[in-house]
C-alpha cells in the first residue's frame, strides 16, 4: 500500500496563493505518474495537473499560466502552486500517485485538501 498525505490548504482571497504538498509513504516501489485533481461540490473530480516520472507535465486549460505543478522524486513528493486563484478553483484537491511494481500499475489517492477562494 501506499500512503498519500496531503497538505497546505485553506481560504484564500481572489488574486491570492496557495501551494499544495502531497508525500507518498509506504511500499512505493517505483511511482510513475503523480499528479493533482480536484472536486467542487455537485461536479466530477477533474484533472488539474499531472508529472509523469520523466518530468513531463500537463494541466487542465483552465489552469495553465496560473497553477505550476513540480515533484521531488527523492522525497517521493509532488507540488502544487497555484496563483492568481479564482473563486471558480474552490473545490478539494486531492494528490494521486501511481505506483509501478513488476508491470502492475496501482492508483492512490490522498485524503483531499480543501481550497476555498473567497473574499
Known amino acids: 500500500q501506499v500512503q498519500l498525505v496531503e497538505s497546505g490548504g485553506g481560504l484564500v482571497q481572489p488574486g491570492g496563493s496557495l501551494r499544495l504538498s502531497c508525500v507518498a509513504s509506504?511500499?512505493?516501489?517505483?511511482?510513475?505518474?503523480m499528479g493533482w485533481y480536484r472536486q467542487a461540490p455537485g461536479q466530477q473530480r477533474e484533472l488539474v495537473a499531472q508529472?509523469?516520472?520523466?518530468?513531463?507535465?500537463n494541466y487542465a486549460e483552465s489552469v495553465k499560466g496560473r497553477f505550476t505543478i513540480s515533484r521531488d522524486n527523492a522525497k517521493n513528493a509532488v507540488y502544487l502552486q497555484m496563483n492568481n486563484l479564482k473563486p471558480e478553483d474552490t473545490a478539494v484537491y486531492y494528490c494521486?500517485?501511481?505506483?509501478?511494481?513488476?508491470?502492475?500499475?496501482?492508483?492512490?489517492w490522498g485524503q483531499g485538501a480543501q481550497v476555498t477562494v473567497s473574499s
Open positions: 508529472s509523469t516520472s520523466g518530468g513531463s507535465t
Open positions: 494521486n500517485a501511481v505506483r509501478v511494481r513488476g508491470g502492475t500499475f496501482s492508483n492512490y
Open positions: 509506504g511500499s512505493i516501489f517505483t511511482l510513475g505518474a
